[in-house]
């Protein structure tokens, strides 16, 4: 998968972060779940017992594992040394780096019933959803840079540049994000002018705000399909259904 947008703004600086994090984590869950050949327990760092009621153990989801074989996908399609390629792998790692951070530790107790004297943890995924919610923040607080010397450069309010490295977990863009409200084909803006919204696919109420947030009014009207349903198996070997009617709404902006 190679992703080329037209603007390095903060909004395709996510799409990266948000693509690089779900490759990570789709492989690393199927690493966990035995369903890649060869791809073992992730490595924990040795934990000295001392007074703690608690050490690693078990089988730790390979988080390397799914960062090693995302770059190998993803960040090796990206070949050069200028700006677009420097801002493409920033945010490519940020991504990654948003999966390790994500990492609970899971335990299990051990003693006799009813007690917890000791537990075993290991490492084991979030939910992709709270992977999400920590890049959406990031992208609330992306910084725009520049690139200079060949090398990606935040400039701070005195005027001073200092390089951006892979320990700044910070999502970062080029270009300035254009008004989306406003139809712009050449940076890739539909608009939202007569554009159209299902509320079968997201709620009504999110439907009116995209048309409110852009000073548009609304039109919501009534609609209804017919869908597949009760399906059931008749042997042998078929797959009967019945048709049902589905309501939904269509709201445009206009």
Not at 89 to 108: E, F, P
Request: net charge positive; with cysteine.
């Amino acid at each position: 998968m190679h992703i080329s947008l037209i603007t390095a703004t903060k909004e395709t600086a996510f799409l990266h972060a948000i693509s690089s994090a779900a490759i990570t984590h789709e492989i690393t869950l199927q690493c966990a779940r035995n369903k890649i050949p060869g791809c073992r327990c992730g490595k924990t760092k040795s934990r000295k017992r001392g007074n703690a009621d608690w050490q690693w153990g078990g089988c730790s989801d390979n988080i390397k594992y799914g960062e090693k074989e995302t770059r190998r996908f993803i960040d090796k399609l990206e070949k050069g040394n200028d700006a677009r390629t420097a801002f493409n792998l920033h945010n490519n790692h940020l991504g990654r780096k948003a999966v390790r951070a994500s990492l609970q530790r899971n335990c299990k107790c051990h003693g006799v019933t009813g007690s917890c004297n000791l537990k075993t943890c290991w490492k084991q995924l979030a939910p992709f959803e709270i992977v999400g919610s920590a890049l959406k923040q990031k992208y609330r607080a992306a910084t725009q840079v520049t690139f200079l010397n060949n090398k990606l450069q935040e400039r701070d309010n005195r005027n001073r540049y200092s390089q951006v490295t892979r320990k700044d977990l910070k999502l970062v863009y080029l270009d300035s994000s254009p008004d989306y409200c406003v139809r712009n084909m050449t940076v890739g803006s539909a608009g939202m002018l007569r554009r159209t919204c299902r509320s079968d696919i997201v709620s009504n109420g999110q439907c009116r705000s995209l048309c409110n947030s852009c000073n548009l009014r609304h039109r919501t009207e009534e609609h209804s399909k017919q869908v597949k349903c009760r399906s059931k198996f008749v042997w042998c070997c078929a797959v009967k259904c019945k048709l049902c009617t589905e309501k939904y709404s269509l709201t445009t902006c206009v």
